[in-house]
C-alpha cells in the first residue's frame, strides 16, 4: 500500500559550489534527500551560464528522486563535456567503480533544449536499478525508457498527453520482427529500447489490474532499489523481478519474463491504446476515462508520494 505521508524533505534541492577543491571552479555539488551529485564541467565553453544547467540537473534528479521515492544512490558524479553543435547530444551511465553519469552537450546548448531533455532523467533512472548480464540489456534499456517520461510527467515538467502520445510513436519498435527469439535473445535496438519499454507497460498494466491498482510497476522498481539495487552492484534479473514481485504480492515480472525472455511475445497494440483510452490523431492525444483500463492508465501517471 502506498503512504500518504508526504516527505517534503525528498524534493528540497540545494545548489553549492564548488564541490572539491577551492581552485577547481567548474567542480560542484547537488544535494537531494541526502544523496549528493557531484557535478563536473570538463573543459570546453557553454554558451549557457552554469546556473541554468545546475538548474537542469536539479529538476532532472528531482523527477527521478519523486519516481523512487529517493535518489537512488547516496553518492553519484556527473560530468557534462562540451562538444560542437547544439542540444543535449548524448549520455552514458556507469557503475564501476561508483555511479557516474556523462553527458555530452552542445556548446550552443539552449535553455529551451534543456528543457525539453529526456537524455539525462534517462541516464539517471539506469542509477536506479542493479547491473544485469548483457543478455538482459533491454531490461536495463526498457525502464529507463519508460519511466523517463513517467517522472517527469509526475514530476510536473511533461504533460500525460506527451507521455501517452509517445508510447503509442514508439512502442511498435518493440514488436518482434521476423527471426525474433525473445527479448534475452534479440539484441536489436528497437527490442533492447521499445521490447524492454513494452515489457514495463504491460507489466504495470497487469500489477495494477491484479492489485486494484493499490500498486504498479512503481512500487516494484522501487522496492528493488530499496532493497540495494542499484547500478553500484551485480545482480541476476530473476533476484531482482523477485524482490519487485514480493512488494507487490502478485508475480506479474517473473511470470511475464518467463514468456517474453526467450519467445517473440509482442501486443496487440491497438486494442491495448482501445482499452486504455488513448487516440491519437496526428499531433492531438485524447482519452476516454470510461475505457475498460481507464483506471489502470490514470494510476500509472498519477504521482505517489511516500
Given amino acids: 500500500m502506498k503512504s500518504s505521508i508526504v516527505l517534503l524533505s525528498l524534493l528540497l534541492l540545494e545548489v553549492s559550489a564548488p564541490a572539491q577543491a577551492a581552485d577547481s571552479p567548474d567542480a560542484y555539488t547537488v544535494e537531494i534527500a541526502g544523496s549528493s551529485l557531484d557535478i563536473v564541467f570538463a573543459s570546453g565553453e557553454l554558451e549557457l551560464q552554469r546556473s541554468k544547467v ?14 523512487y521515492g529517493r535518489f537512488p544512490v547516496r553518492r553519484a558524479q556527473i560530468t557534462f563535456i562540451p562538444v560542437a553543435g547544439s542540444g543535449v547530444q548524448s549520455g552514458k551511465s556507469f557503475g564501476y567503480p561508483s555511479a557516474r553519469v556523462r553527458i555530452w552537450i552542445g556548446t ?46 509526475e514530476a510536473g515538467q511533461l504533460s500525460v498527453e506527451k507521455v501517452w502520445g509517445d508510447l503509442v510513436h514508439g512502442l511498435p519498435h518493440g514488436l518482434p520482427q521476423p527471426g525474433d527469439r525473445g527479448l534475452d535473445y534479440t539484441p536489436t535496438w528497437g527490442r533492447t529500447y521499445w521490447g524492454g519499454a513494452l515489457f514495463c507497460l504491460l507489466a504495470d498494466i497487469e500489477i495494477h489490474k491484479r492489485t486494484q491498482n493499490r500498486f504498479g510497476l512503481q512500487d516494484a522498481l522501487r522496492a528493488i532499489n530499496a532493497a540495494g539495487g542499484s547500478i553500484e552492484v551485480s545482480w541476476s534479473l530473476r ?16 511470470e511475464l519474463y518467463e514468456r517474453m525472455r526467450a519467445a517473440p511475445v509482442g501486443a496487440d497494440l491497438p486494442e491495448l491504446w482501445r482499452n486504455l483510452g488513448v487516440a491519437v490523431d496526428g499531433g492531438s492525444v485524447t482519452f476516454d476515462d470510461h475505457a475498460p483500463l481507464a483506471k489502470e492508465r490514470l494510476a500509472i501517471t498519477a504521482a505517489h508520494s511516500g
Fill in 54 to 67: 545546475l538548474d537542469w540537473i536539479s529538476s532532472s534528479a528531482q523527477a527521478v528522486a519523486g519516481y
Fill in 108 to 153: 550552443s546548448a539552449t535553455e529551451t533544449d534543456l528543457r525539453n531533455d529526456w537524455k539525462l532523467v534517462h541516464e539517471l533512472v539506469h542509477l536506479a536499478f542493479p547491473s544485469v548480464s548483457e543478455s538482459h540489456h533491454w531490461i536495463e534499456e526498457g525502464i529507463a525508457t519508460y519511466v523517463e517520461p513517467i517522472a517527469r510527467a
Fill in 239 to 254: 533476484r531482482a523481478l523477485k524482490v519487485g514481485d514480493d512488494a507487490t504480492g502478485v508475480p506479474v515480472l517473473t
